[in-house]
């Protein structure tokens, strides 16, 4: 999306999310591979930071912005948005896509993968409960990003 010029931020990047307890609420301040055990991602949960989201959308008050990622409490902020689409994928390429990543090493492990893949289970079906527009996203990148494109104007 940034190749094309548009405002796009990544819930992965510039602290727009971080690891929380989830029972305490408190940040977690490292997320290290080796402090990631099973035991670590059943205690924490990935959740936007709603000041940074709120700031993202009022910006998008003026013009397009993008907020790509999935996180536990996304569905807490969709009403600062006007669409929110999901780019749905099959578990084989999200395994591929997850051992060739290299900008993020979240998954690499199997506990972590497991975990993605137990996410990913159902969430096409609850992204199109709560309205989102559906896009292939295993077609060509330059395809997808003209679908996003398209659907979010």
């Not at 936007?48 to 409490?73: D, H, M, Q, W, Y």
């Not at 506990?111 to 060509?140: C, M």
């Amino acid at each position: 999306m940034c190749r094309r010029g548009f405002d796009a931020h990544d819930t992965d990047r510039e602290n727009n999310a971080v690891w929380v307890h989830r029972v305490t609420g408190d940040i977690t301040a490292s997320a290290l591979v080796a402090d990631r055990s099973g035991d670590w991602l059943d205690e924490q949960e990935w959740r936007l930071v709603p000041s940074k989201i709120e700031a993202l959308a009022a910006r998008g008050e003026r013009e397009l912005v993008f907020l790509c990622g999935a996180t536990a409490n996304e569905n807490e902020v969709w009403h600062l948005f006007s669409r929110v689409i999901y780019l749905a994928i099959d578990e084989d390429t999200l395994r591929r896509r997850l051992a060739s990543r290299t900008s993020n090493d979240f998954g690499k492990a199997p506990n972590e993968l497991a975990a993605i893949l137990e996410w990913h289970k159902d969430s096409e079906s609850n992204y199109r409960r709560f309205g989102a527009q559906v896009i292939d996203a295993t077609l060509p990148l330059d395809q997808v990003v003209d679908e996003i494109v398209h659907a979010a104007r």
